[in-house]
């Protein structure tokens, strides 16, 4: 029961996620993206399916907050006051009125910030042709309803006008648009469901060494291992690049793919180095897959220290906002750690013998996903954990 440092295992791993709703264009909402499911250690395409990824944040709109702007500007007068919501207006409203570059779009976006969406739509249907981050947050506006009458086919539009427009400096505004349509087509929400629009929209959004939309690169991942669209090689290439770009929840499906081999050869090094950058920038799943890691190494002190930190989370909502990770994948990642301390508790492995507090954490097993632990469970019967 050494717990000497690993290099290597050939050990295997579990499973990884899952979504189906309504999609959303605002910055704080859905997006879809697919599951990727290993069960005992087999890549298994045939139960890939889109799932509900409520929660999930979208990749930010690159328009800077206007009240945060204008609140350092005004302060540099004086640094020791903290500049009030009227002040901001007033400045701006003064800025806008001798026709000062970009004040009336920064006002519209300043009663935006403050949820005054009749005084922010005026100012967006104003200036919108010449303004097209105010077309972005009109479109924006349209599709979610936000203050106004929901209208899929206007927000639709002014998406696509940004999507083909051709403005210098905008390129990150165009990739987020892209984005946001291939979600749309993707789920046929205000157009007619196209796979192909939705792949091809992503890899427009995608391209670019600074201004490609990450969210499009792992959405991209995630869309080739669909069972329809499946191309292992074209998901390990996405993964990579999101995961280069700063993806945490294309790290940890990069480590299962080093992991079992797909799309590219195995590498356990490479795959257990992803799990571990993964779980150190809060991946669940990351840790949850480390934990069996550390438990099938016989390194049950690693395992149950980083089971025993992970099971102290109870909301997968609140994670998923935190670190933009699938709430599917948090709370399998949550079973998988349960389940592991358990036995460990069970058979007093890494820690004292406690089997009123493994019956505990087995139950927090079943009720975080029944099926990884149905899966595990088999696997303890056949001697394989």
């Given at each position: 029961?050494?717990?000497?440092?690993?290099?290597?295992?050939?050990?295997?791993?579990?499973?990884?996620?899952?979504?189906?709703?309504?999609?959303?264009?605002?910055?704080?909402?859905?997006?879809?993206?697919?599951?990727?499911?290993?069960?005992?250690g087999v890549y298994q395409t045939s139960n890939i399916r889109r799932m509900n990824m409520e929660g999930i944040e979208s990749e930010p709109i690159p328009i800077s907050s206007t009240t945060k702007a204008i609140s350092d500007i005004i302060s540099n007068h004086d640094s020791d006051l903290e500049p009030q919501a009227d002040e901001i207006e007033e400045y701006l409203k003064e800025k806008a009125e001798?026709?000062?570059?970009?004040?009336?779009?920064q006002l519209g976006h300043f009663y935006f910030e403050h949820e005054r969406y009749e005084e922010a739509r005026i100012i967006f249907e104003r200036v919108q042709e010449r303004d097209y981050q105010a077309k972005y947050l009109l479109a924006v506006m349209y599709y979610d309803g936000i203050g106004i009458e929901e209208n899929h086919k206007i927000g639709?539009?002014?998406?696509?006008?940004?999507?083909?427009?051709?403005?210098?400096?905008?390129?990150?505004?165009?990739?987020?648009?892209?984005?946001?349509?291939?979600?749309?087509?993707?789920?046929?929400?205000?157009?007619?469901?196209?796979?192909?629009?939705?792949?091809?929209?992503?890899?427009?959004?995608?391209?670019?060494?600074?201004?490609?939309?990450?969210?499009?690169?792992?959405?991209?991942?995630?869309?080739?291992?669909?069972?329809?669209?499946?191309?292992?090689?074209?998901?390990?290439?996405?993964?990579?690049?999101?995961t280069a770009n700063g993806s945490l929840e294309s790290q940890g499906a990069l480590g299962v793919m080093y992991w079992k081999g797909q799309g590219t050869k195995q590498n356990v090094e490479a795959a257990l180095n992803c799990f571990k950058q993964a779980s150190e920038r809060g991946n669940v799943y990351a840790q949850g897959c480390l934990v069996a890691h550390y438990y099938t190494r016989k390194l049950y002190k690693r395992a149950v220290e980083l089971a025993k930190t992970i099971t102290t989370n109870e909301d997968a909502m609140i994670i998923a906002?935190?670190?933009?990770?699938?709430?599917?994948?948090?709370?399998?990642?949550?079973?998988?750690?349960?389940?592991?301390?358990?036995?460990?508790?069970?058979?007093?492995?890494?820690?004292?013998?406690?089997?009123?507090?493994?019956?505990?954490?087995?139950?927090?097993?079943?009720?975080?996903?029944?099926?990884?632990?149905?899966?595990?469970?088999?696997?303890?019967?056949?001697?394989?954990i």
């Open positions: 029961n050494s717990d000497a440092e690993d290099k290597e295992s050939t050990g295997r791993q579990e499973e990884v996620p899952t979504s189906n709703d309504k999609l959303y264009f605002r910055y704080d909402l859905r997006i879809v993206l697919l599951d990727l499911l290993l069960l005992t001798i026709g000062y570059p970009n004040a009336l779009f639709i539009k002014h998406m696509n006008e940004i999507a083909n427009a051709k403005i210098k400096g905008k390129s990150n505004l165009i990739a987020c648009a892209r984005y946001n349509l291939g979600r749309a087509y993707l789920q046929g929400f205000g157009v007619k469901q196209s796979d192909s629009e939705a792949e091809k929209l992503w890899i427009l959004a995608a391209q670019g060494d600074n201004d490609g939309s990450v969210k499009a690169q792992t959405a991209l991942g995630l869309f080739y291992s669909q069972e329809e669209n499946l191309a292992l090689h074209k998901a390990f290439y996405w993964h990579k690049i999101a906002r935190a670190t933009d990770c699938l709430p599917d994948y948090i709370i399998k990642g949550m079973a998988m750690s349960c389940f592991y301390y358990a036995r460990c508790l069970q058979n007093g492995l890494g820690t004292n013998k406690d089997t009123a507090e493994a019956k505990n954490y087995y139950s927090k097993a079943c009720k975080y996903d029944l099926d990884i632990v149905a899966a595990l469970q088999q696997d303890m019967t056949f001697g394989f």
